[in-house]
């Protein structure tokens, strides 16, 4: 399991990932409209190719101190607009994190390496 977030309560410890915040931020992200989806990259492609299948690829997560850091690669959709769509990104990712996990989000980087017709 990916090193993550621990904290205690009265029944034991909760420990939350980086590859669960990874997923979490992932789902969140492909919610908004104009994103085609999550960008892979061409490695991660020809891994899944040859059944070497990465959980989460596209999603970089660095939980320091109790505070989350982000990067997110995106597909977006020809003619939207891109920085608003990476802002909207940006927000519902923040909200969701953090509601889900109740960690803070201190950085939320997104990267749009793809323009998808449709």
Do not use: C, W
Request: charged letters at 25%.
């Amino acid at each position: 399991m990916a090193k993550g977030d621990t904290t205690e309560n009265l029944h034991g410890k909760v420990k939350i990932s980086s590859d669960a915040i990874a997923s979490i931020a992932a789902i969140a992200a492909q919610k908004i409209p104009g994103v085609a989806g999550i960008n892979k990259g061409v490695l991660n492609v020809f891994r899944e190719a040859i059944g070497l299948k990465k959980e989460n690829a596209g999603v970089e997560v660095l939980i320091t101190d109790g505070e989350v850091y982000l990067n997110i690669l995106l597909n977006v959709k020809y003619g939207s607009d891109v920085p608003e769509t990476a802002l909207k990104v940006q927000e519902k990712v923040r909200e969701t994190v953090e509601n889900m996990t109740n960690l803070a989000v201190r950085e939320i980087n997104v990267s749009v390496r793809g323009i998808v017709n449709g």
